[in-house]
C-alpha cells in the first residue's frame, strides 16, 4: 500500500468516527427529556405502552350511568371465586353447598389435616341420589382415576400395586381395601380425602368436580356393598389420621 492511500484510509476512518460520535451526541442530546417524569423519544411505543387500560385509571367509556374507572363493578348476584356465603339458605343446603365446596371450603394445610377431615365428616353428607346414572357415572371416574392403585374391585390391588404376573408394583403405599376402611369413616371423610388426598394418595379435586366426586364416592361405596340401608345403622364416626 503506498503512502498516499495509507493516509487517504486514514482520513477515511476519521470521518466515520466523527459522523458516528455526532449521531451518538444527537441522539444522547435529544432523547432525554427535560421533564424527568417524561421519558423523551420513545422509538416503539406499542411496547412501552400497553394498550389496556390500567385497572383503576380513568377509561374514555363510561357506563350508561356515567361510571369511567376501568375497573368495573362485579355484576350485581356475583361472589368473588371461593367464598362462601353467610346466607343461612346456602351454608345449610347440600344441594347450595355442592357449588361452592369445589373451592376452599376446606382448607388443606398439612397442619390442618385431622381439624379438617373431622369437620368435613361432621358437616357433609352426600348430595346425589344413588341412582344407576350416578353409579354409572361414578364407575367410569373411578376406572380412569383409582384403579391403578385401588384394583377393579376396589381391593387395593390395582395394577401400580400388584404386577400382572403378581410381583409387586412400582407404587410404594398399598391401598386399604374399600371393604375394610370405608365401613370405619363416613361420606364427609371420604370427600375430603378424595378431594384432597391422604397420606400417598393425592387429591383428585383438581380432576374431579363436586358431582363427580360425590358419584364415584356412591360407586366406591357399593364396591364395598355399603347401601343406603346400611349407612343408616352405622353411626358416624369421625376416624382422625393417626
Ligand atoms: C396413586 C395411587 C392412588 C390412586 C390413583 C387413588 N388412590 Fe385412593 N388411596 C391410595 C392410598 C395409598 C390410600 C391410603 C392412604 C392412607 O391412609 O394413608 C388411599 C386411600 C383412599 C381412601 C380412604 C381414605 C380415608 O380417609 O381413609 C379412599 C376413600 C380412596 N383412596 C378413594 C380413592 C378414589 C375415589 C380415587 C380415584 C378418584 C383414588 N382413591 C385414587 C392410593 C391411591
New binding site residues.
Given amino acids: 500500500m503506498g503512502k498516499e492511500k495509507k493516509k487517504e484510509s486514514f482520513k477515511m476512518k476519521n470521518t466515520i468516527y466523527i459522523l458516528l460520535f455526532s449521531v451518538v451526541a444527537a441522539l444522547a442530546a435529544t432523547s432525554c427529556s427535560r421533564d424527568l417524569k417524561k421519558p423523551g423519544r420513545v422509538f416503539i411505543p406499542d411496547m412501552n405502552y400497553s394498550p389496556g387500560y390500567e385497572t383503576y385509571s380513568e377509561s374514555p367509556i363510561s357506563t350508561p350511568e356515567g361510571y369511567k374507572m376501568s375497573a368495573r363493578k362485579p355484576v350485581e348476584g356475583t361472589i368473588p371465586r371461593g367464598w362462601v356465603p353467610t346466607d343461612e339458605k346456602i351454608r345449610t343446603n347440600q344441594a347450595f353447598l355442592m357449588g361452592y365446596m369445589a373451592k376452599n371450603h376446606f382448607t388443606h394445610e398439612p397442619a390442618k389435616w385431622d381439624e379438617e ?1 373431622a369437620k368435613a365428616a361432621a358437616t357433609i353428607q352426600n348430595p346425589l341420589e344413588a341412582t344407576k346414572e350416578n353409579l354409572a357415572k361414578g364407575k367410569e ?2 376406572t ?7 384394583g377393579e374391585k376396589g381391593d ?1 390391588n ?1 395394577q ?2 400388584v404386577l400382572a404376573d403378581g410381583s409387586d408394583g412400582p ?1 410404594t ?4 381395601a ?1 371393604t375394610k ?2 365401613p ?2 363416613n361420606d364427609g ?2 370427600f ?3 378431594s384432597y ?6 387429591g ?1 379435586g383438581f ?2 368436580n363436586v358431582e363427580q ?1 360425590w358419584q ?2 356412591q ?2 361405596k357399593s364396591l364395598a356393598g355399603i347401601t343406603a340401608a346400611t349407612v343408616a345403622v352405622v353411626p358416624v364416626v369421625v ?1 382422625a ?1 393417626k
Fill in positions: 377431615y371416574v373411578y380412569i382415576h383409582c384403579t391403578p392403585c385401588h387395593g390395582g401400580l400395586v407404587y403405599a398399598v391401598p386399604p374399600y376402611r370405608l370405619e369413616i371423610n371420604i375430603y380425602s378424595v388426598g391422604k397420606g400417598m394418595m393425592g383428585y380432576a374431579l366426586r364415584v364416592i360407586y366406591i376416624v389420621k
